[in-house]
């Protein structure tokens, strides 16, 4: 989980060790010069497997629910929701922390047992897919989803939390996030190698063999037995999903691949997805119409995005193309193409295979070409649960098409088809073509509920021919998405009922539990400052980790290189804080205000002009110097209070709220998500306890070993 305020707990601990025998460890971080009961490698094996768990949750769980692909950040929130349950039931004499395989495995044969596929019938948001569902309704699986998720990360949390207390507060955390930032890494390298569920099972299996293995052999009785018989059950459950026929497993998506007389359908994370054919045998439908709509046009370089398996290749090849840029960002796609296709487009020297996202590339390249399509691109199949976006928001609006267009040749022409579902949905694009052009695009369509189409505009009038024009069908059509509002699929600015309804259980549901757990809320009061801290930094984490796939694209890797800066800017965070007296906290919100400012003030969109390298450190300034900052003021006030545990669960609900807030962006766009996060920070700082200002109040630095 990218820890943020949130996850900054220094909360000491009464059982650090988890081990009942023990007797109760005071509430004071270790002193100088103590022997630490601990090892240091524990807290950082415990902290990698909490955040390694975290993200298999999110990569599994979305490739088998589909409700989870509209719900981005659902799992993260039942994971900050678990993790700080976990922190603070380490003053509970009952220690859960070994528990969490007995949680973890039911909840995985549940979801097998009744994967879910989704239809949704609301006209207020596009559910891209006609799937019937397969399994519960949404109403009955997201609380469960919810609700197990909670239990199992409450579980490694409390194995992190109980190991707090054995050190002083600021280096217990450092070693909490050296711990994430190598679950991180880990689960990067798997998903670089492409490998399965099974493999996630068995390292989450060693780690809590390494964490717990001895305490395992000095139980006896049904409670080790249960722990051990789960952890072989979710191998077993997990090597089963892995061994399945025609099954693999990309950095995006469950694909499956299945064949039949005259084609080989792939479908993934359930959802019915690319056919493999032979153009020679079958009608390519679309894909040929459109090249009888471009006039006179050479062939002579071609670009696809979204190439995938490679049939939009070989048609392009089919029809006289001299070279072919195909840009797909699942390199399973590719490969599967590569190896199966009967027409062998990839084979061809003609064509250039390109493993990237479509928007980066048409920002980087620096050819020209004849003819750019948009090759049925699909959002809601890909990166479920990966970030706030779906993956070609930024693919589809009107900056991206006049990049898309500022790369024709004189005489050229942009295609896009898909199969749209609504008529609104046809009418954007064709109102968004029409104005980067200058003039509208023509139209092919077939019938039924699909509304598969085809849009054709040429570089120039005369670089099109249409059989019908495009018009639009409806008073009162949607604008086209823009870098600060990419949500195609949104009729318009607002946030459907159904979010607000799940959004609001989510926020009960986190009350009642902190309530329960950690007693009466009214101890919270004197952290109200804390709680709006935590909605805050939610938010930033948000609007740059959105940020950084407009600039870099919207692949695994630049998803985790930035989940992995926010850990590093709040790890600076803390070892400035261990090393040097903070200035009084009113001039560190004098600089984070400043901070946002500066980021407001600056689109994001007007770095994509400059040179990767430059576009990288101006980012990077941009994004993280609020991040840093703000944990900077959390790290000075939060070291300073008496109450740890009423102040982590102020600061968890706060958090909370910055998840649910996150949806805001859908009516203001995700730059006004910092005005939002200032608003907040505002909060902060007018709430806090008198004194907290004042330099005594704040910790002194932490001397160095030696």
């Given at each position: 989980m990218p820890k943020s305020e949130a996850g900054l707990d220094l909360n000491p601990a009464e059982d650090p060790t988890g081990d009942p025998d023990r007797d109760r460890a005071q509430q004071e971080p270790a002193p100088a010069g103590r022997r630490q009961r601990t090892p240091p490698w524990r807290l950082v094996l415990a902290s990698a497997l909490v955040l390694f768990v975290e993200l298999a949750l999110i990569r599994w769980t979305g490739s088998n629910i589909l409700h989870l692909s509209y719900f981005s950040n659902f799992i993260l929130l039942g994971s900050f929701l678990g993790v700080g349950l976990g922190f603070l039931r380490v003053r509970w004499q009952r220690d859960l922390s070994g528990w969490w395989p007995v949680f973890l495995t039911p909840f995985v044969a549940l979801v097998l047992a009744f994967p879910v596929q989704v239809n949704q019938n609301s006209d207020q948001i596009l559910y891209f897919t006609g799937v019937k569902p397969t399994g519960a309704p949404s109403w009955i699986t997201l609380p469960v989803i919810f609700l197990f998720v909670a239990a199992v990360m409450m579980c490694l949390g409390e194995g992190v939390g109980r190991m707090f207390g054995d050190f002083p507060p600021l280096t217990a955390y450092r070693l909490d996030l050296i711990g994430s930032l190598l679950g991180i890494g880990l689960f990067t390298c798997l998903s670089f190698v492409g490998a399965p569920p099974v493999a996630w099972g068995l390292v989450a299996t060693a780690g809590?063999?390494?964490?717990?293995?001895?305490?395992?052999?000095?139980?006896?009785?049904?409670a080790g037995v249960a722990r051990l018989v789960s952890l072989a059950l979710l191998v077993v459950l997990l090597g089963g999903e892995s061994l399945s026929g025609g099954v693999s497993w990309?950095?995006?998506?469950?694909?499956?691949?299945?064949?039949?007389?005259?084609?080989?359908?792939?479908?993934v994370n359930g959802i019915p997805h690319q056919s493999i054919m032979d153009i020679t045998k079958s009608s390519v439908g679309l894909r040929a119409t459109l090249y009888q709509r471009i006039v006179d046009n050479p062939l002579r370089h071609v670009l696809i995005v979204g190439a995938g398996n490679g049939t939009d290749v070989a048609v392009a090849l089919a029809r006289g193309a001299r070279s072919v840029d195909a840009v797909e960002i699942d390199p399973r796609l590719g490969e599967i193409g590569r190896q199966r296709h009967p027409n062998h487009p990839y084979q061809d020297p003609r064509v250039?295979?390109?493993?990237?996202?479509?928007?980066?590339?048409l920002q980087r390249t620096t050819t020209s070409y004849d003819l750019i399509i948009f090759a049925l691109p699909d959002s809601l199949t890909l990166v479920s649960g990966n970030s706030s976006l779906?993956?070609?928001?930024?693919?589809?609006?009107?900056?991206?098409?006049?990049?898309?267009r500022s790369h024709l040749a004189g005489g050229g022409a942009f295609a896009m088809y898909n199969?749209?579902?609504?008529?609104?949905?046809?009418?954007?694009?064709?109102?968004?073509?029409?104005?980067?052009?200058?003039?509208?695009?023509?139209?092919?369509?077939?019938?039924?509920?699909?509304?598969?189409?085809?849009?054709?505009?040429?570089?120039?009038?005369?670089?099109q021919k249409c059989a019908r024009v495009w018009r639009s069908t409806q008073a009162g059509r949607p604008v086209p998405a823009t870098d600060d509002h990419p949500f195609p699929y949104l009729f318009k600015p607002g946030i459907p009922s159904y979010?607000?309804?799940?959004?609001?259980?989510?926020?009960?549901?986190?009350?009642?539990?902190?309530?329960?757990?950690?007693?009466?809320?009214?101890?919270?009061?004197?952290?109200?400052?804390?709680?709006?801290?935590?909605?805050?930094?939610?938010?930033?984490?948000?609007?740059?980790?959105t940020g950084f796939a407009l600039l870099f694209g919207s692949t695994w890797l630049v998803n985790a290189i930035v989940f992995a800066g926010v850990l590093l800017a709040v790890l600076a965070a803390v070892e400035t804080s261990r090393r040097f007296r903070p200035p009084r906290l009113h001039w560190l919100y004098i600089a984070l205000a400043g901070s946002l400012a500066v980021g407001f003030a600056i689109p994001l969109s007007t770095l994509l002009t400059l040179a990767t390298p430059v576009r990288l450190m101006a980012a990077v300034a941009l994004a993280f110097a609020p991040v840093f900052i703000a944990n900077l003021i959390f790290a000075a006030r939060f070291a300073a209070t008496s109450g740890s545990t009423a102040a982590f669960g102020a600061n968890l609900i706060g958090a909370l709220l910055g998840g649910a807030l996150e949806y805001v962006s859908l009516v203001v766009g995700y730059r006004n998500l910092l005005i939002v996060a200032g608003v907040l920070y505002l909060m902060a700082f007018l709430l806090q306890p008198r004194g907290s200002q004042s330099s005594s109040a704040l910790p002194a630095p932490a001397r160095r070993a030696g």
């Open positions: 809590y063999l390494a964490l717990h293995g001895r305490r395992l052999q000095r139980s006896a009785g049904l990309s950095p995006y998506y469950k694909v499956q691949v299945r064949e039949f007389p005259e084609h080989i359908d792939i479908s250039n295979l390109v493993i990237d996202d479509g928007r980066a590339f779906r993956l070609e928001s930024y693919l589809f609006t009107r900056e991206a098409i006049d990049v898309a199969s749209y579902r609504k008529t609104w949905l046809i009418d954007r694009y064709g109102q968004t073509l029409a104005d980067a052009f200058g003039h509208p695009p023509c139209i092919d369509s077939i019938g039924g509920g699909s509304r598969r189409a085809a849009l054709v505009v040429g570089r120039e009038p005369g670089g979010y607000l309804w799940v959004l609001l259980g989510v926020l009960l549901v986190a009350l009642v539990a902190v309530r329960g757990v950690a007693g009466p809320l009214g101890r919270m009061r004197p952290y109200a400052d804390l709680f709006f801290m935590g909605a805050a930094f939610l938010l930033l984490e948000t609007r740059y980790v």
